[in-house]
């Protein structure tokens, strides 16, 4: 195929350019699949696959916090007090008011958390997400489910919904 | 309903051409500092005018926070190398396959001598689809199964 960038032939199948180096398009085939609005329209906050929340005690410092989602891989945290959810910490908190001012190991969660964060529940239209994402900048989101139990839900989930064929 | 479906649009119709973009030898402390002083989340560095990298909020939580990154390492040591790009002219649909793909939030578009002209992210992308569907988006009731029982809604 021809390189967008350079122009350059490449072999079929080829992920990036002999030419210019850049990441060739993914084939057509790769593209999303069926009508995207209308998976806009009538998915729910379910549909996106949330996964179970990772949580840290109010108290712990945001050097444990980092640790934990270094090593669960997630972009944000729920902060519990006595097992109830009173807030979210997010990469971009952590970062903010820590990286190159303070030592991580002597800040509490607690005072860079985002405390009472919208939730979203499972049976909500999948819009919704996309409105209070959009409105709230948020990355992620908590999801309350039936039993109880909290979840999360990220804009990859919304992006990954998006572009699984079917 | 938007006559040009959303999917196909032009990223140039929603990328941030306010980006923020700083040589690959710039030290770490001076890239934390920009992206602290924009409120952004990451960072296009480049080398001889091309795109060789991007650096991002997660990149400092996985490699900076608690090392104790000296402000003066060279951020090309840090950032991620290579970074998939898109060209301007690449639809919404394209974008949303390559960012779920590779797992990337931020996506430098390029030209075709590989400078940065526009940054994509994932923020952004949820920004437009929100906007491209307002119906759907704001007039949902708050419940799925709500009907209202009268017909003015008192």
Known sequence: MKCPDCAAENIPGSDVCVGCGHDLPDPARRLPKGDLAERVRKGTIASLGPRPAVSVPYDRTVADAVDLMREEKVGALLITKAGKVVGILTERDALREVAGLKDPAKVPVSAVMHADPDTLRADEPVTHAFHHMSVGGYRHMPVLLDDGSVAMVSSRDLLSYLAASD | ?154
């Open chain 2, 1 to 154: 309903m938007p006559t040009v479906d959303p999917f196909s649009r032009p990223l140039t119709d929603l990328a941030d051409d306010a980006f923020l973009v700083m040589e690959e030898s710039t030290g770490y402390g001076a890239v934390l500092e920009a992206l602290r002083t924009a409120r952004a989340g990451s960072m296009i560095l480049t080398k001889d005018g091309a795109v060789a990298g991007v650096f991002t909020e997660r990149d400092i939580l996985n490699k900076c926070l608690l090392e104790g990154t000296r402000p003066e390492t060279p951020v090309r040591e840090l950032m991620s190398p290579r970074p998939s790009t898109l060209p301007l002219t690449a639809t919404v649909r394209e974008a949303i396959a390559l960012m779920d793909s590779k797992h990337v939030r931020n996506l430098p578009l390029v030209d075709g001598a590989g400078a940065p002209k526009g940054l994509l992210t994932v923020g952004r992308l949820i920004r437009f689809l929100a906007y491209a569907f307002p119906a759907e988006v704001v007039n949902l009731p708050p419940r799925p199964g709500q009907v209202a029982e009268e017909a003015d809604g008192a």
